[in-house]
């Protein structure tokens, strides 16, 4: 049995999204239905709009849900019908990644989070007939209601505010995952971010749990910036009105960071990142650069500095276990992410990609009951 929703669809490349009546087919024995009550907007769906990364359009974009279980499939075993959930990325949960626990590696990522179909080929929005791509990241949560494969779901506890936990199954995750899963920093060293959007802002917060003693964000926005001091950032740097390589000597008194993560996939700022890191330094570039995309790093002078560089996908995190942590940080206050949220309508939705785009606001969030 089918059932009409309200959804915003991008139909064409780079244009803006339209809201449509669609309808949503029957739940399969692997799927859980739900509720949405909001989504985050991520920089993922915007490259996906504008046919960066591969998804057929026209699409149901949206990858940071969060919402109320209304119905679960035959073979659904960890989600009940009432719970509350966040939705993450899809997984296969049967390659060689999944089972040794490195989710974010699947090696079927493409296919399961940005095909746009099920396994078995169907897609499970429609619009007069007209098939609308689905199940992207598993969920397509730029909707009322979506029909989820279960490895997307994650449970979390009911006495938090569902309309703030939908970034962090995404962007949030990323961040703070890169510092919590991938860099593991010891307390007392040093830690610069490039780019303090939402993924950067994360990954401060996590500095900040992990014990660094010296956090410093660039960017190239002063109300990023100050909003960085106050979640965690010891140090604050607007790379358009100063040299970042001589500020960060300053700071760490010649001998460059211990760890470096670069949220923005541009080449200069990622070659910038490596240049600032001290003897054994390890830069983390989770920025979601263009296929193609390369980075002129000097292997010479450096050479000596034995310093690593790492890509690293969702935090290299397992969401089941992360995103509960990430809700009990929050919790005790350690987390604060809801900083750095605005509400949009799901008729504003186009608004919160341009506001994103401008710098204006860090994490847009659509409320959708």
């Known amino acids: 049995m089918t059932t009409t929703i309200k959804a915003a669809v991008a139909r064409n490349t780079g244009a803006a999204l339209t809201v449509e009546t669609l309808e949503l087919d029957a739940l399969k024995d692997n799927e859980v239905r739900v509720e949405m009550?909001?989504?985050?907007?991520?920089?993922?769906?915007?490259?996906?709009?504008?046919?960066?990364?591969?998804?057929?359009?026209?699409?149901?974009?949206?990858?940071?849900?969060?919402?109320?279980?209304?119905?679960?499939?035959?073979?659904?075993?960890?989600?009940?019908?009432?719970?509350?959930?966040?939705?993450?990325?899809?997984?296969?949960?049967?390659?060689?990644?999944?089972?040794?626990?490195?989710?974010?590696?699947?090696?079927?990522?493409?296919?399961?989070?940005?095909?746009?179909?099920?396994?078995?080929?169907?897609?499970?929005?429609?619009c007069c007939g007209e098939s609308i791509s689905s199940h992207f990241f598993g969920q397509s949560s730029f909707a009322t209601y979506a029909n989820v494969v279960e490895e997307s779901v994650v449970v979390i506890d009911k006495d938090v505010p569902l309309e703030l936990m939908g970034p962090l199954g995404c962007g949030l995750q990323t961040g703070a995952g890169a510092v919590l899963n991938e860099i593991k920093p010891e307390a007392g060293s040093s830690l610069v971010v490039f780019g303090v959007g939402a993924v950067g802002s994360a990954a401060i917060m996590a500095a900040k749990v992990a014990g660094c003693t010296t956090v410093i964000a660039v960017d190239i926005h002063d109300s990023r910036l100050e909003l960085a001091l106050e979640i965690g950032a010891t140090h604050t740097i607007n790379s358009i009105s100063c040299d970042v390589g001589e500020e960060i000597k300053k700071i760490t008194d010649g001998e460059g960071v211990q760890y470096a993560v670069d949220t923005t996939a541009i080449p200069a700022v990622t070659k910038k990142a490596a240049e600032t890191l001290g003897i054994r330094g390890v830069l983390v570039l989770v920025g979601a650069a263009a296929p193609g995309t390369e980075v002129p790093f000097e292997v010479g002078a450096s050479l000596v500095k034995g310093w690593t560089f790492k890509t690293v996908v969702q935090g290299s995190s397992?969401?089941?276990?992360?995103?509960?942590?990430?809700?009990?940080?929050?919790?005790?206050?350690?987390?604060?992410?809801?900083?750095?949220?605005?509400?949009?309508s799901l008729d504003d939705i186009n608004q919160g990609f341009e506001d994103s785009k401008k710098g204006s606001v860090i994490k847009p969030v659509v409320k959708l009951r």
């Open 37 to 126: 009550v909001a989504t985050g907007i991520c920089h993922t769906d915007a490259i996906v709009r504008d046919g960066i990364y591969p998804t057929p359009l026209p699409a149901v974009l949206g990858h940071e849900g969060a919402g109320v279980v209304t119905s679960v499939g035959k073979t659904v075993r960890n989600v009940c019908v009432g719970d509350h959930v966040v939705l993450s990325a899809a997984y296969c949960g049967a390659c060689k990644q999944c089972r040794a626990g490195r989710m974010a590696y699947c090696e079927n990522l493409f296919a399961e989070d940005f095909g746009g179909r099920r396994r078995d080929g169907s897609t499970s929005l429609s």
């Open 318 to 344: 397992i969401p089941q276990e992360f995103i509960p942590r990430l809700v009990s940080l929050w919790k005790q206050g350690r987390f604060p992410f809801e900083k750095l949220i605005k509400f949009y």
